[in-house]
């Protein structure tokens, strides 16, 4: 295996986890928005129900802010895995990244 790629984690890795999982909420949160704007389904908040533009504008709120936390979440544990395969993986690596055999 090629354990040489893996030990570095790119800088801006936050910023690229938090694009990457608002572009996926988005759009959930946009319907769930417009179905909560046209009394379809409601918007719980707080353990209330929200209908209309309320419940709109709650959406797009949550939107954001839900990532951030699920980013958040997904970065501690890329970077803890990553200490763990720094600490745990000391054999010597070859030119090419793969544990020489000794």
């Known amino acids: 295996m090629r354990f040489k790629e893996y030990r570095q ?3 801006n890795l936050f910023g690229i986890l ?3 999982i608002f572009s996926c909420f988005v759009p ?5 928005g417009l179905l ?3 009394g379809i389904k409601p918007i719980e908040f707080d353990s ?3 209908y209309g533009i309320v419940g709109l504008l709650t959406a797009l709120i949550m939107g954001p802010f839900m990532s ?3 980013a958040f979440a997904v970065w501690i544990l890329l970077t803890v895995g990553n200490l763990v395969l720094r ?3 000391k054999k010597k690596l070859d030119d090419n990244g ?3 055999n000794s």
């Open 68 to 70: 951030l936390v699920t």
């Open 87 to 89: 600490l745990f993986i």
């Open 9 to 11: 984690l790119p800088k």
């Open 98 to 100: 793969t544990i020489k």
């Open 18 to 20: 938090y694009w990457n």
């Open 28 to 32: 959930i949160f946009i319907v769930l």
């Open 48 to 50: 209330k129900p929200t």
């Open 36 to 38: 909560s704007l046209f």
